[in-house]
């Protein structure tokens, strides 16, 4: 069996900043907005409301995202819509509005976050709060 191991401030890196998106309406006006939209998008962790062009909304988790082309029309997300398994394709050129609605799960959840926490319970004297990994059964 492993032992814990215990975490330092020297032992941190710096690692990625997690953008606050919740909430956010991005402008879509450009080519280069929609992408960089869509882009944050694939990287949140909640849900997205998508508005099409021809007036429907579509709420859901942005599971992927192809843009292998200067065309728009070649690029396209796909969105698992709430309450629903299936998985729907839109292209980049159908979406007129986009907004962050759902709660981002993976807010506060980064590895900086997690050391505050270990260094404020070790303040505490709290035991055993080393970092062990999960068993893979």
């Known amino acids: 069996m492993s032992q ?3 975490v330092n401030n020297e032992d941190t890196a710096p690692g990625f900043v997690h953008e606050n998106l919740e909430g956010w309406i ?18 949140y962790r909640g849900d997205l409301t998508i ?9 859901g988790y942005l599971f ?4 292998e082309s200067e065309n728009l029309a070649d690029c396209y997300v796909r969105i698992i819509p709430k309450g629903t ?4 394709r839109i292209g980049y050129n159908e979406i007129a509005a986009l907004a962050f609605t759902g709660k981002d799960t993976a807010a506060g ?3 900086e976050a997690w050391v505050k926490k270990y260094n404020e319970k070790k303040a ?7 970092i062990e990994a999960e068993p893979l059964e």
């Open 85 to 88: 398994t299936e998985k729907r």
């Open 109 to 111: 959840k980064s590895f």
């Open 124 to 130: 505490r004297g709290e035991k055993n709060i080393g």
């Open 51 to 59: 508005t099409l062009k021809n007036g429907e909304t579509v709420e």
């Open 64 to 67: 992927d995202r192809r843009c």
């Open 26 to 43: 991005p402008a879509l006006a450009t080519d280069a907005e929609i992408r960089e939209a869509l882009e944050k998008a694939f990287d």
């Open 4 to 6: 814990p191991m215990h």
